[in-house]
């Protein structure tokens, strides 16, 4: 079965309604390979971070943060993964992992439940590392 990632773009950084998402869209969601080690870039220093809610906690308070994480859910879920991504501009990419014939659909589900303007499918590979950066590859897909 082959798989793709997508992407949404989220503009601000609003720690509840990244919380939700992310909970919503990967049930039980949780650091993938729990009691290693991830960090979070803040102000030239790396935090050492141990749960998805605090990387989205801390990345939220610290607006030029940049980082990303790996999350997985329930093994039974459809995705059961999914990727947050801090951008130093202050934008969040966050995307799920989802096998090949449910793309499309999943990819307008997810713009709908985000309510980003700004998504797409790549393969295996992180987003775009800024807003100007993530709209310019979304408008090269249309």
Known sequence: MEYYDIYVLLEKRNKTD???LANDIIPSCRLFDE?????L??????????????FIEKGCQ??????GIRIYGDDNSNPNGGWVYFNSDGSTAFGIT??????EEMLSN?????????GYIAGDCPPADS???FVKLCESKI
């Open 18 to 20: 990244l919380a939700r």
């Open 131 to 133: 807003k100007q950066e």
């Open 62 to 67: 610290h607006p030029s943060s940049d980082g």
């Open 41 to 54: 870039n803040v102000e030239n220093k790396e935090l050492i971070i141990e749960t998805v809610n605090e």
């Open 110 to 118: 997810l713009k709908r439940i985000s309510q980003s303007q700004w």
């Open 35 to 39: 009691g290693t080690e991830f960090t």
């Open 98 to 103: 989802v096998q090949i014939d449910s793309c």
